[in-house]
C-alpha cells in the first residue's frame, strides 16, 4: 500500500469570527477545532505522518496540542503561506520523501470520520484526485452584479466540495506548481487540477462535514460531534 501523509492547513485565523478570535482554538466539545481535526487524521489507519501548516510563532501553541491531546503519529511543522496555495506548497514540501498520497483537510473542519478519509484515499489511488462532497439542495440562481437573477441552475449536477480532498503526490505539484506559475488565486485544491486537465472524482460523504467560518457555524459543529461521539462514527 502506498504511504500517505496529511497535510493540515491551519495557519488561518478566520476574521469572519470576530477580531481577536483564532477560531482555530475555539472549544467544541471540549476540544479546540484543530484538536479534532488532528485527531481524525492521528487516529486514521491510513495514514502515516501528519503536517500541520502553521502561522508564524505558533509553534509552541501546537506542540502543547499534540502534547495534550497525546498524538501519536509522526509530525511536523510547515509554515504557513500568503495564499491558501503558498500554505499548501509549503506542507507538500515537508512531506516525507516516498510518501505517494496527500491527504489536505482544513483545520477548521474538525467533523471528517475515518471513513471518508479511506474513501477518498480509495478513489485517489484509482483516479489521481478526490475529494469529499455533498450533493446541493438548496434551489441555485446565478445572478448579475446588481442582483438579478440571470439564469436557473440545475442542483441535480451540482456538489458542494469540503475537504479532506487526496492526491497522488506527483500530480498536486504538478497542479500548484501550474497554479503559482500563473499567479493564481484559489481557495480549492482540486482546482488546481483543472489546469492540468486532471480529473477529480467526488466523494459523497455519508455524514455531515461543516466547516468553522462564522459563530453561527459551531453549534451545528458541536451536534454533529456529539452524534459521533454518541454513536462512534468519528472512527468509522
Known amino acids: 500500500m502506498s504511504r500517505a501523509a496529511a497535510i493540515i492547513v491551519a495557519a488561518g485565523r478566520g476574521t469572519r469570527m470576530g477580531p481577536n478570535v483564532d477560531k482555530l482554538f475555539l472549544d467544541v466539545c471540549g476540544k479546540p477545532i484543530v484538536a479534532h481535526a488532528w485527531s481524525a487524521f492521528d487516529r486514521s489507519p491510513d495514514i502515516d505522518e501528519i503536517v500541520v501548516v502553521i ?17 501519536k503519529k509522526p509530525f511536523r511543522f510547515a509554515a504557513g503561506g500568503k495564499e491558501r496555495q503558498n500554505s499548501v506548497w509549503n506542507g507538500l514540501l515537508s512531506v516525507s520523501p516516498g510518501i505517494e498520497i496527500v491527504v489536505i483537510q482544513d483545520g477548521a473542519r474538525p467533523c471528517a470520520t475515518s471513513r471518508i ?4 484515499l480509495a478513489a485517489a489511488r484509482e483516479v489521481g484526485a478526490s475529494v469529499a462532497a455533498q450533493r446541493v439542495t438548496d434551489t441555485l440562481k446565478e445572478a448579475d452584479e446588481s442582483g438579478v437573477v440571470t439564469r436557473h441552475l440545475d442542483r441535480s449536477r451540482l456538489w458542494a466540495v469540503q475537504t479532506p480532498q487526496v492526491f497522488r503526490t506527483e500530480i498536486i505539484k504538478r497542479a500548484l506548481e501550474e497554479v503559482l506559475k500563473r499567479g493564481l488565486f484559489i481557495t480549492d485544491d482540486t482546482a488546481a487540477c483543472e489546469f492540468i486537465g486532471q480529473p477529480v472524482k467526488l466523494v459523497e460523504s455519508a455524514t455531515p462535514n461543516p466547516k468553522a467560518t462564522a459563530p453561527d457555524d459551531l453549534p451545528s459543529i458541536e451536534m454533529v460531534l456529539k452524534q459521533q461521539l454518541a454513536n462512534g462514527s468519528s472512527a468509522t
Open 55 to 71: 502561522r508564524e510563532g505558533m509553534q509552541t501553541d501546537f506542540k502543547e496540542l499534540a502534547a495534550t491531546y497525546e498524538f
Open 117 to 120: 478519509i479511506a474513501d477518498c
